[in-house]
C-alpha cells in the first residue's frame, strides 16, 4: 500500500502567518488523486481540498492545494485562530485508500 | 445537508464481533454515491476499512478484509459494519462517511460524529 508521510509533524505559527504542509507519496499518485482534511479535537475530519488543488464547498480560499506525482502541498495564506487544528493527506488513487499521519499547526 | 450518525457499543471484549450502524438523514443511501467506514487510533491514525455503493460494489481494506463485512437496509436508510474477532488493536474511533463521488477512487466529503470503541478484558 501507498505510504504518505507528512512534514513537518508539528508547526508553530501565529495568526496572519502562512503555513506551508507537506504530503510525500511512497509512489506515484495516478491523476491527483490526493485529498486534505482538517480535524479540530473532538471532531470528525473535515474535508478541505480534493483532486489535489480543488477545494471543497465552503472552504475559504486561503487554503490552497498543489503538487503533482508524489509531492503535495497545502497552503493556508494567512492563519486565522480557527486554524489551528490537525491536518491529514489521504491518497485514493490506489486500494487501500491509506492516510498520513498529519501535521499539527499550533499557536506560536 | 447530509447528516450521518453513528451507534453501537462503547466497551467489548476480545474475541466478540463489533457491530456499528450509521444512520443517515438528509440524502438517501441509495444515490451512486460511496458511503463507508474509518477508524482513528492514536497509533495508527486514519484508516480506511471499507465502501459500499448501492446495489453494486463492496470492498474492504486488505488488511481487515477476512473479518469485515458491510452492509446497507435502505428501508431504514442505514449501513453497518461488522468486525469479528476484536482484539485490543480494534480500539479506535469509528467514523461513517460519505464519500465525494460515485467512483471508487474517492474521498469523503461528509462525516459522522464518530464512535468510540474500547475493547478490554
Known amino acids: 500500500e501507498i505510504v504518505l508521510t507528512q512534514s513537518p509533524g508539528a508547526l508553530s505559527l501565529s495568526p496572519g502567518e502562512r503555513a506551508s504542509l507537506s504530503c510525500r507519496a511512497s509512489q506515484s499518485i495516478s491523476s491527483d488523486y490526493l485529498a486534505w482534511y482538517q480535524q479540530k479535537p473532538g471532531q470528525a475530519p473535515r474535508l478541505l481540498i480534493y483532486g489535489a488543488s480543488t477545494r471543497a464547498s465552503g472552504i475559504p480560499d486561503r487554503f490552497s492545494g498543489s503538487g503533482s506525482g508524489t509531492d503535495f502541498t497545502l497552503t493556508i495564506r494567512r492563519l486565522e485562530p480557527e486554524d489551528f487544528a490537525v491536518y491529514y493527506c489521504q491518497q485514493y488513487g490506489w486500494s487501500p485508500q491509506t492516510f498520513g499521519q498529519g501535521t499539527k499547526v499550533e499557536i506560536k | ?121
Open chain 2, 1 to 121: 445537508q447530509v447528516q450521518l450518525q453513528e451507534s453501537g457499543p462503547g466497551l467489548m471484549k476480545p474475541s466478540e464481533t463489533l457491530s456499528l450502524t450509521c444512520t443517515v438523514s438528509g440524502s438517501s443511501i441509495r444515490i451512486p454515491y460511496y458511503w463507508g467506514w474509518v477508524r482513528q487510533t492514536p497509533g495508527k491514525g486514519l484508516e480506511w476499512i471499507g465502501s459500499f455503493l448501492h446495489s453494486g460494489t463492496t470492498f474492504y481494506s486488505p488488511s481487515l478484509k477476512s473479518r469485515v463485512t458491510i452492509s446497507e437496509d435502505t428501508s431504514k436508510n442505514q449501513f453497518s459494519l461488522k468486525l469479528s474477532s476484536v482484539t485490543a488493536a480494534d480500539t479506535a474511533v469509528y467514523y461513517c462517511a460519505r464519500a465525494g463521488s460515485g467512483s471508487y477512487r474517492h474521498w469523503f466529503d461528509s462525516w459522522g460524529q464518530g464512535t468510540l470503541v474500547t475493547v478490554s478484558s
